[in-house]
């Protein structure tokens, strides 16, 4: 399994090794030292609690490569896909899929634990995307697999929901959207919303978006074409919906 090992800074090295198989180090002589020993082990890392807040303490414990890192689809992961994101008739391989751990900042400025599935091609961007994300302190509200809102997309982004992989049709139109192949990713959704407007009615998606569709307003969470959310997206080749002519999707980010 090809996994990422992120070193504390904005340092990466690929690794042919799994999360929870640490990375060879040099021999030396093991010490208990006090700071080991009073901290327990997190139990929301250990066993990967999505939307639970850890400290910066609990991290370095855990291992911080082990919170930035790109997994294969397991039985586990597979199991809360099937029928939901990953569709009867989803023509993508579970093999063309990857798994990711990652970490962001809410509002307030805590720690949380995210994940996401996405197409195994863009997988790297998006582990160096969520890390400068983390770096920089961007608030993201919640990363959680879509499945948890039955793959709704409404739902999910009514709740201000960040998801990537979901295997579906562009709303309202008979074609796949990017996120079918894994190849989109919606930020912040809520306040983020996508707006389409044609003989004179206005679609807003999701409805709870509304009061967010006029961007000369300044609220949080709000993505513009100036602000590091949408700087390293472009810096990793991505496109952004912002810039659509005839409409917008404020919160789709997405590489072809
Ligand atoms: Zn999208």
Redesign the pocket.
């Known amino acids: 399994m090809k996994i990422f090992f992120l070193c504390a800074g904005v340092f990466f090295s690929v690794l042919t090794v799994g999360c929870n198989q640490p990375a060879q180090q040099p021999q030396e002589v093991k010490t208990t030292s006090i700071k080991d020993s009073i901290i327990p082990e997190n139990q929301s890392l250990k066993h990967w609690k999505v939307y639970e807040t850890v400290t910066m303490k609990d991290i370095e414990k855990f291992g911080f490569e082990k919170c930035f890192c790109i997994e294969e689809i397991s039985d586990k992961i597979f199991s809360r896909m099937k029928g939901k994101s990953f569709a009867d008739n989803c023509t993508l391989k579970r093999e063309d899929l990857r798994y990711l751990k990652l970490l962001h900042y809410d509002l307030n400025g805590d720690i949380r634990l995210g994940e996401m599935v996405c197409n195994k091609a863009i997988a790297e961007d998006l582990i160096n995307i969520f890390h400068e994300l983390f770096v920089k302190k961007y608030p993201i509200e919640k990363i959680r697999l879509i499945d948890d809102y039955d793959a709704d997309d409404e739902k999910s982004m009514s709740d201000n929901n960040t998801s990537c992989f979901c295997f579906r049709n562009v709303s309202g139109s008979n074609s796949l959207s990017l ?1 079918a192949l894994g190849k ?1 990713v ?1 930020i912040n959704t809520r306040y983020n919303p996508y707006i389409r407007t044609f003989s004179n009615k206005t679609v807003i998606q999701p409805a709870n978006g509304e009061p967010y569709c006029d961007r000369s307003k300044d609220f949080d969470y709000k993505i513009t074409a100036e602000d590091d959310c949408c700087k390293i997206f472009k810096k990793y080749g991505f496109l952004w ?1 912002g810039e659509w002519g005839a409409y917008k ?1 404020y ?2 980010f997405y590489k072809k």
């Open positions: 996120h989109a919606d919906g999707d919160q789709h």
